[in-house]
Nanobody
């Protein structure tokens, strides 16, 4: 059973940086290895839809970000460790939320939540004004 576990969230001041991790396991029966999956990071705040903030394609290595985080967030992965990362800088109160990672066996990036095969439970990021 594939499992994703996020970590690295916390309470930080505006302007601070955080690095989130997404550790994956359980690929023995999935038919794919971690390196075959695209990774997406999404955030959600109460009353809002889950919003994609970064995606890393496994088919061509391209990365994608919405304008709201471009230049401040960087997604990366270490396939040897079955891990994905989200480096966030210049955090502001609009960046608050529960950050979750998802993996997509299509290997390409999408902001469509239902495309993702597996999700972690998320890690909370708080940036008080």
């Amino acid at each position: 059973q594939v499992r994703l576990v996020e970590s690295g969230g916390g309470l930080v001041q505006p302007g601070s940086s955080l690095k989130l991790s997404c550790e994956a396991s359980g690929f023995a029966t999935s038919g794919f290895s971690f390196r075959n999956y695209a990774i997406g990071w999404f955030r959600q705040t109460p009353g809002k839809e889950r919003e994609g903030v970064a995606c890393l394609s496994s088919s061509d290595g391209n990365t994608y970000y919405p304008e709201s985080v471009k230049g401040r967030f960087t997604i990366s992965r270490d396939n040897d460790k079955n891990a994905g990362y989200l480096q966030m800088s210049s955090l502001n109160p609009e960046d608050q939320g529960v950050y979750s990672c998802g993996i997509d066996s299509s290997a390409t990036c999408s902001w469509y939540v239902k495309r993702y095969d597996y999700w972690g439970k998320g890690t909370q990021v708080a940036v008080p004004a």
